[in-house]
């Protein structure tokens, strides 16, 4: 089981939506934090917001599809506080295409979901192991990691490979001191929907509900999605999955390809 308390987190993403609302979680379990994120006012703000409850905290400014500036957060985290036990993989973004549409929004998507994700494995990973502590690695992926919904191409396919690259650490972290989760949600109170206002490159027109229902009773908050995080992680659950009836659909996947059946068009509760 992994403990929390007086240990050392880096979380990309950290600014605002679930990265923030699982710093302020593992705060209040008395781990010191460091926050990366691309926005850097609203890395400022979350870093006051966190320090003004007590929290150890650290910003660095950082875009996780630039391998270098990873590493250099890596850097920062160590020279600063020494040693990195958890590391949640959490920054990612989202955009609308069909599977033949949108080379660009292909590269933005891949270079932030997926390979920010290979990235903070990369950097940090041979860290944690050459420490011989007790570490552990969350990845955000999607219930689009599992069932690929229509219209969002690149972070189905982005997904789906932060799927398989944490199940492939599980199995290569057998025999080490550290273990690896992967988060899947569904609808969570979050600015994904907006995450293009930090795109180069393009003029950004707010459209906010593009991507998200605004009603739908499996809608979670970020904070409540922090509870189940530290929950699943203590009881040493691989999978965390904050909307159970996605693995339900998930399991009919499973049946389909075994009876030859057509892949599961995937539904939001509400």
């Not at 985290?77 to 955009?95: I, K, M, P, R, T």
């Not at 660009?104 to 990973?125: E, K, P």
């Not at 570490?135 to 219930?143: F, K, L, R, V």
């Amino acid at each position: 089981m992994f403990e929390f308390s007086d240990r050392v987190a880096v979380i990309t993403g950290g600014a605002s939506g679930i990265g923030l609302g699982l710093a302020s979680k593992l705060a209040e379990e008395g781990m010191k934090i460091v926050l990366g994120d691309i926005e850097s006012a609203a890395l400022e703000r979350a870093c006051e917001s966190l320090r003004s409850s007590g929290a150890d905290v650290l910003g660095v400014q950082c875009d996780v599809s630039d391998k270098a500036q990873v590493e250099a957060l890596a850097i920062t985290a160590y020279e600063h506080f020494g040693n990195v036990h958890f590391l949640a993989n959490n920054a990612g973004v989202v955009s609308r295409h069909k599977a033949w549409e949108g080379p660009d929004d292909w590269d933005w998507v891949l270079g932030i979901d997926l390979m920010g994700v290979i990235y903070g494995v990369q950097s940090f990973v041979p860290r944690m192991l050459a420490s011989g502590e007790p570490g552990h690695i969350m990845n955000t992926a999607s219930t689009a990691g599992l069932l690929a919904f229509p219209g969002i191409a690149s972070y189905n396919v982005a997904k789906r490979g932060v799927v398989a690259l944490s199940e492939t650490l599980h199995h290569e972290f057998a025999k080490t001191a550290l273990s690896v989760s992967v988060l899947c949600p569904g609808i969570v109170d979050t600015n994904i929907g907006t995450s293009e206002r930090n795109r180069e490159g393009i003029e950004y027109k707010p459209e906010p509900d593009k991507f998200l229902p605004s009603e739908g009773k499996e809608n979670l908050t970020p904070d409540e999605v922090a509870e189940i995080i530290v929950d699943e992680i203590r009881r040493d659950i691989f999978w965390i999955l904050p909307h159970k009836h996605y693995g339900q659909q998930a399991l009919e996947q499973a049946n389909r390809r075994i009876s030859g059946g057509t892949p599961v068009m995937p539904h939001i509760e509400r």
